[in-house]
């Protein structure tokens, strides 16, 4: 049972899912619409800055 939670919390990291649910917590923002587009916008914004 472990490893299936371990798992599942490895794809959660890989396709944004925590670091999503980790945004709203940090903002106190509802999941949503609205919410996972600043998320998103956030995210590209981040992209940019570390390219070189």
């Known amino acids: 049972m472990r490893f299936l939670r ?3 919390a ?3 990291e890989i396709f944004d899912e925590a ?3 980790r945004f709203c ?3 106190r923002l509802a999941p ?3 919410s996972y587009g600043k ?3 956030r995210s590209d914004r981040a992209a ?3 390219c070189c």
């Open 48 to 50: 940019k800055l570390r």
């Open 19 to 21: 670091a999503y649910e």
């Open 39 to 41: 998320f998103l916008n």
């Open 25 to 27: 917590i940090e903002h």
């Open 32 to 34: 949503g619409r609205s």
């Open 10 to 12: 490895v794809l959660r």
């Open 6 to 8: 371990l798992i599942r």
